[in-house]
């Protein structure tokens, strides 16, 4: 066993994931030296030299108990969350959502930290991965750029991203495969994408909408960065390359050579592609779609293709400055490096997506620190919890271009008998409840895994 009374053990950024890692390991019986730059060293997004500070809006999401946000809650809850209970006390009416005042939850977390007697906050920057036995860094996807340059020795060069492009994820039950056919590119190989084809007519259609649509506009302190020009000059927005010609889609993302359409036996005039997200191949992703078109306008203007008019999407389409690991090659589904054990990664640089998931990350990270300074192993949560599916995905991802995934039910193995459309939010609520006490209880998942498709 291991010999960890060398010292605290050190956890860098006291943003969402770091706070709630440090408060783990600190409950457990463990020293903590908790790293945060701030406020000497600021970030362009962050306001304050608050811990746990919310970057843009205060919604932690919705509670109702079978939404994906409200079964996340109901799952951190079960393992313990500390920092939940800070939300709760700091929330704001807004409805079914579990919002809060910023202010005052920066200001609580961060009391609750500096009061922990195990936990010592220290206000200056790390600028590398450190050596100990066993380390957590959460430095988020604004992390300093001695930092993230030492990551990069670490992971390899090609392993550290600076931007994220998301292309738009949809459900495969929601796609309408009697119009989207699967096929490779001049059929070679396994028929791995399905296509979605077009005529003339409907591609102007959807380029003029495109065209037309309300965008999101990048933060200055995005468009100031000497990397993105480099970066959005590589991957062109969907409305960048619609404004450069209304055929220059149809000559990328949308090149329809060497895809017979079955239905007409001929290459249609452009075709998306859409390629497997998750390794349930419950999940498409719209390959080369990455946008900035705002949220509903996605959601309306990609309803419009043949055979997408009822698509359920689980990720919208964004490009933004985001530092984040390429995780299916780095980490394990407990958030350990694969190849140092001991370092774990949580937060926003492992690959996951929004507030809520970002603290669930600190708590997995910090339960299975301390489960490696206990000298046992981490166990990874079931896939069958919203969490452990999180988890399982940024670990195995099957997407050669990895990029960043909030809880989405989508990510959850179907269920086992198959439920009726209207009862399955329910079911899989019940499912991961019972699944997490299991776990939590016995060591192991509650029932039998559905067959793999
Ligand atoms: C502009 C912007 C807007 C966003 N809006 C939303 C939103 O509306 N909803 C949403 O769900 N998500 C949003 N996000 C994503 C959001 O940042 C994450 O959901 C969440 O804050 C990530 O948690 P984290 O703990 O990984 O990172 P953070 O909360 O950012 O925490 C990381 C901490 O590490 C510190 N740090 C960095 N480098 C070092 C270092 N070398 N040494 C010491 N400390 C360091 C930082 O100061 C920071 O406090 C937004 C992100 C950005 C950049």
Known sequence: MKDHSKGPVPVIGAGLAGSEAALQIADAGFAVRLFEMRPGLPTPAHQTGNCAELVCSNSLGSKLPDRAAGILQAEMRALGCLMLDDAEACSVPA?????????????????????????????????????????????????????????????????????????????????????????????????????????????????????????????????????????????????????????????????????????????????????????????????????????????????????????????????????????????????????????????????MEGYLGNIASGLVAGRNAVERLRGTTPRPLPTTTLLGALCHHVAHSPSSNFQPMKAEMGLLPPLYPPVHKSQRKAAYAARSADEMAAFLHNGGPATVAPPSS
């Open 95 to 351: 409805g079914q959502a579990l919002a809060v005042d910023r202010d005052r939850f920066g200001e609580r977390v961060t009391a609750r930290l500096e009061a922990h007697p195990l936990i010592e906050l220290v206000r200056d920057e790390v600028k590398t991965v450190p050596t100990d036995d066993v380390a957590i860094i959460a430095s988020g996807p604004l992390t300093s750029e001695a930092l993230a340059n030492d990551i990069s020795r670490l992971a390899g060069i090609q392993h550290l991203s600076f931007f994220d492009a998301i292309a738009p994820v949809v459900t495969a039950e929601s796609l309408n495969r009697d119009i989207i056919f699967a096929a490779s590119r001049w059929g070679k190989g396994e028929a791995d994408y399905l296509n979605i084809p077009l005529e003339k007519d409907h591609y102007l259609a959807f380029v003029d909408a495109v065209l037309t649509s309300e965008k999101h506009e990048l933060k200055e302190f995005e468009v100031a960065d000497p990397r993105a020009k480099q970066f959005f000059e590589r991957c062109l927005p969907i409305e960048i390359l619609a404004a450069r010609g209304r055929e220059t889609l149809r000559f990328g993302p949308m090149r329809p050579v060497g895809l017979d359409d079955p239905r007409s036996g001929r290459w249609p005039y452009a075709v998306i592609q859409l390629r497997q997200e998750n390794t349930l191949g419950t999940l498409y992703n719209m390959v080369g779609f990455q946008t900035n078109l705002r949220y509903p306008e996605q959601e309306r203007i990609f309803r419009l293709l043949p055979g997408m008019e009822n698509a359920e999407f689980t990720r919208l389409g964004s490009m933004h400055r985001n530092t984040f690991v390429n995780a299916p090659q780095l980490l394990t589904s407990t958030l350990e490096w694969r190849q140092r054990e001991g370092l774990f990664l949580a937060g926003q640089i492992t690959g």
